[in-house]
T-cell receptor, first 115, second 112 residues
Framework: DADVTQTPRNRITKTGKRIMLECSQTKGHDRMYWYRQDPGLGLRLIYYSFDVKDINKGEISDGYSVSRQAQAKFSLSLESAIPNQTALYFC??????????????FGPGTRLTVL | DQQVKQNSPSLSVQEGRISILNCDYTNSMFDYFLWYKKYPAEGPTFLISISSIKDKNEDGRFTVFLNKSAKHLSLHIVPSQPGDSAVYFCAARSSNTGKLIFGQGTTLQVKP
């Protein structure tokens, strides 16, 4: 059983479309994150949430928004998708009480292509 | 401005030999360093970590070395196995924000 799930796993969309990527977790963690992976750039943080009422921008939040609907759910939206948002997107969770070094647990990723 | 850098995009080693993956950082406020491993079509998984107050941490075939004066860490895999073929990400935790900053990743290929 996957502890962190992401839907959809693959998505192709057109420029200007609104799209939502969803993340659910059964780990009971308070902290959730959205990253994107691009070749040669590694993983970059888009948004993160330390609890349901807490939302914070990461290093590349422009063009994205998030919603933390519940402890277990954290969704990422692209209000008007553009081709340079084509990337692999990962959701991650962590529990501050489990490790002092903030070990994060990742979902399987969503491959998004914007045409 | 890349605070965590993995300057080698790829590495190829023979099965049974040592793999050494390198990582450099610039921020003195990092207090923990982590290595993640990623297979195709899967998310990254945690491999090993080291605190900034230590210079070595070992877990089976995997050892991480930290040189604070050089702001450099390395992951040693001995002996390397074909199943170790994956992308390896170095990450550093910022002590004031708790966030992880990731490097670009190094693709390791272990040849049978």
């Amino acid at each position: 059983d996957a502890d962190v799930t992401q839907t959809p796993r693959n998505r192709i969309t057109k420029t200007g479309k609104r799209i939502m990527l969803e993340c659910s977790q059964t780990k009971g963690h308070d902290r959730m994150y959205w990253y994107r992976q691009d070749p040669g750039l590694g993983l970059r943080l888009i948004y993160y949430s330390f609890d349901v009422k807490d939302i914070n921008k990461g290093e590349i939040s422009d063009g994205y928004s998030v919603s933390r609907q519940a402890q277990a759910k954290f969704s990422l939206s692209l209000e008007s998708a553009i081709p340079n948002q084509t990337a692999l997107y990962f959701c991650a969770t962590s529990d501050v009480t489990q490790s002092s070094y903030n070990e994060q647990f990742f979902g399987p990723g969503t491959r998004l292509t914007v045409l | 401005d890349q605070q965590v850098k993995q300057n080698s995009p790829s590495l190829s080693v023979q099965e049974g030999r040592i793999s050494i993956l390198n990582c450099d950082y610039t921020n003195s406020m990092f207090d923990y360093f982590l290595w993640y491993k990623k297979y195709p079509a899967e998310g990254p998984t945690f491999l090993i970590s080291i605190s900034s107050i230590k210079d070595k941490n070992e877990d089976g075939r995997f050892t991480v070395f930290l040189n604070k004066s050089a702001k450099h860490l390395s992951l040693h895999i001995v002996p390397s196995q074909p199943g170790d073929s994956a992308v390896y990400f170095c990450a550093a935790r910022s002590s004031n924000t708790g966030k992880l900053i990731f490097g670009q990743g190094t693709t390791l290929q272990v040849k049978p």
